[in-house]
């Protein structure tokens, strides 16, 4: 494993000209192939309105005249909030076209938020698109804006009327490679979004590289539902589209992804590891995976099980597909190449467009991520922190000069906030987020991501968040998957889930350090939704609005797998107090230390009884009774007169 400050260098980009920039390519395609189909957008009950490359570009000079007419000074925010739709792209490019930046809005954002961002982005103007409601009160009245079909009723003049009374704008707007083209909000999974700055050259420079690599062409055929507003599929989606022609298909709602993309069968197609978890629970809901694995192996039987599977789910053409956004557990990845489907991870971030690392076709490495791509260098700082210099670097935060200083390292390396090692290929893996780690109150340090993605590849469990800050032992709160909730409606339908919870919490807890050792598998009592703010608009965890929810009552269940909302399921072993909450449960003595509590827990029993400090609960100064001892001599003992059990 690298551990110095020298980089990893992959082979050098060439250079390119400015008309390989975004809105450029975007004119040569509309001269080229006017009446050739590019976007493809459902417009409910069944319709779809088809739109070329001439009738986009048509009806965004029509808007970017609008704006010439409104007299906003060159490089003005221009602000979107939309679902994915036809419209969103064309209001990138009317912005583009009309000289001024855009900022595109996660339509889950809060009204507070919202209201935010707008102000902080000083926005003009707002582009309101596909949405099933305007946010009550995150509009200010003094900003002027502009609706379309898709978009519920608001104050706002119609895209539509607009493009009937305003003559196109004739001239080819060129813009430079240093404007900024798109300030793009984190979502912000702690504090406040910041605002990052990228340049046409940095967008440009990310596209061009995938493409190159990829073998982007016209003829690919791309489906767009994760957020526009995201870099992800900004990079992937619609600037892949900008640069090779390939056409676009949008999603009506999540109700009908599946038969979307069935019509779309996407060349291309990117997810994230949520995402590729829902597609495993659909199809394991049809096959168990013990069968499938049976039917996949058998030679001629398998492909016709293979082509059956993915045909279903409409990645029948895929060429290549890819995951990102968050880290895709390695038994995931290992499921889809089954199928005959190499999940091609890609590690980035907002701040360099995500220009960073991507596994290529025939360079895959279990386990780990990929070298940089052409143009990166990347190293490990002195706490192992991946730091990367790229092409698609961002030009800074929006109006925060301190922040912008603190993501870079004084000769220039982005300071990605990421853990990691690097191999002697250059091969990137990543360990954890350095603000997600936290400290037991044994002083040790748990990385959470690894056990999380360790769970995760167990079917049984769609998400999971591992906390225990402060606590003896780290714990998991985990979301069943669809299924499992189904079979675990009822308390006593809860059986056969509980049992395998246990033997996945006895599996994982055999592959960690005995300080990693969870203690408990606590199912939660709520699906979690980017709708009440558990999850990020790309799905990925809120780690502290989940913890200041879940992390007392969990603290407090039994050890074990247990439901939050009631004890029915729980697996009552032995009394364990926490050192914060201090919770007593008496169990009868010939029930402690059983070898499922130490199959489950990682403790097993001591030669002979120790001698133990006073019982927190009632202070007897002589309560051992039994105890048990782990690997790291910790132990663990239980109280003779009140049959309190905790650690010390």
Not at 154 to 161: I, K, T
Not at 241 to 246: E, I, Q, R, Y
Not at 585 to 590: C, D, Y
Request: hydrophobic share 40%; glycine share 8%; proline share 7%.
């Amino acid at each position: 494993m690298q551990t110095t400050l020298e980089p990893r260098v992959s082979r050098p980009m060439p250079a390119k000209p400015d008309s390989e920039l975004w809105l450029a390519a975007v004119y040569r395609r509309a001269r080229e192939r006017t009446n050739e189909l590019w976007l493809v957008q459902p417009m409910g009950g069944g319709a779809l309105r088809s739109i070329t490359f001439g009738q986009a570009l048509d009806e965004s000079r029509r808007i970017a005249a609008h704006l010439a007419s409104r007299g906003y000074p060159p490089g003005s925010s221009i602000a979107i909030l939309s679902q994915n739709c036809a419209h969103f792209v064309m209001m990138d490019l009317a912005i583009w076209m009309g000289g001024h930046v855009s900022v595109p809005l996660y339509p889950t954002m809060t009204p507070a938020t919202i209201r935010y961002v707008l102000d902080h982005a000083n926005a003009r103007a707002l582009f309101v698109g596909k949405l099933p409601a305007v946010p009550d009160g995150a509009i200010p009245d003094e900003i002027d804006g502009l609706s379309c079909a898709l978009s519920p009723p608001n104050r706002f003049l119609r895209w539509e009327d607009v493009v009937a009374t305003t003559a196109p704008l004739q001239r080819e707007t060129e813009r430079g490679a240093e404007e900024v083209g798109a300030i793009l909000y984190t979502s912000g999974t702690t504090g406040r979004p910041k605002g990052v700055e990228h340049t046409f050259g940095a967008m440009a420079a990310t596209t061009r590289c995938f493409g190159s690599l990829l073998d982007a062409n016209a003829s690919d055929r791309l489906v767009s539902y994760l957020p526009l507003a995201h870099t992800a599929e900004r990079a992937f989606i619609e600037g892949a589209s900008f640069a090779s022609g390939a056409r676009i298909y949008f999603c009506e709602s999540l109700e009908t992804f599946v038969a979307d993309v069935q019509r779309a069968r996407p060349t291309l197609f990117v997810g994230v590891p949520r995402i590729w978890v829902k597609l495993r629970e659909g199809i394991l809901a049809k096959i168990p995976e013990a069968r499938l694995r049976r039917l996949l192996r058998t030679p001629i039987l398998g492909e016709m099980v293979r082509r059956k599977v993915l045909s279903g789910l409409g990645l029948d053409r895929v060429r290549h597909c890819g995951t990102g956004a968050a880290p895709t557990p390695v038994e995931l990845r290992d499921f889809f190449s089954r199928l005959g489907l190499d999940l091609l991870e890609l590690y980035g971030m907002t701040e360099n467009f995500g220009f960073s690392h991507l596994s290529l076709p025939g360079r895959l490495r279990r386990g780990w991520i990929a070298p940089p791509l052409p143009g990166v260098e990347a190293r490990l700082g002195p706490d192992g922190e991946v730091e990367v210099k790229s092409p698609g670097t961002m030009r800074g935060y929006h109006r925060d000069p301190e922040a912008t200083a603190a993501a870079f390292t004084s000769d220039g390396f982005l300071r990605t906030g990421d853990r990691g090692e690097i191999d002697g290929d250059g091969f990137l893996r990543i360990v954890g987020r350095t603000k997600e780690i936290f400290k037991t109150s044994k002083g040790k340090y748990v990385a959470p991501s690894a056990i999380e993605n360790a769970l995760l590849a167990n079917s049984l469990c769609e998400l999971a968040c591992v906390m225990g800050t402060g606590e003896p032992q780290p714990f998991a709160v985990v979301v069943l998957s669809e299924s499992a909730r189904s079979r675990a409606a009822s308390a006593d339908a809860r059986g056969p889930i509980r049992a395998e919870l246990e033997s996945l919490l006895a599996s994982v807890n055999a592959t960690l350090p005995s300080h990693e050792h969870l203690s408990r598998i606590v199912v939660s009592d709520a699906v979690w939704t980017v709708e009440d703010g558990l999850l990020t608009p790309t799905l990925k965890l809120r780690r502290d609005p989940i913890e200041a929810r879940f992390a007392a009552r969990a603290a407090a269940a039994p050890l074990g797998v247990s439901w939050l909302g009631g004890a029915a399921g729980a697996v009552r072993q032995q009394g364990v107090v926490s050192r914060r909450s201090m919770r007593a449960t008496s169990i009868p003595r010939r029930k402690r230390f059983s070898p499922r509590s130490q199959a489950l827990s990682g403790w097993t029993p001591s030669r002979s009884p120790s001698r133990s400090p006073p019982c927190p609960p009632c202070s007897w100064s002589t309560p051992t009774s039994c105890s048990a001892r782990s690997t790291r001599g910790s132990v663990r003992t239980s109280c003779r007169r009140c049959r309190t059990g905790w650690s010390w």
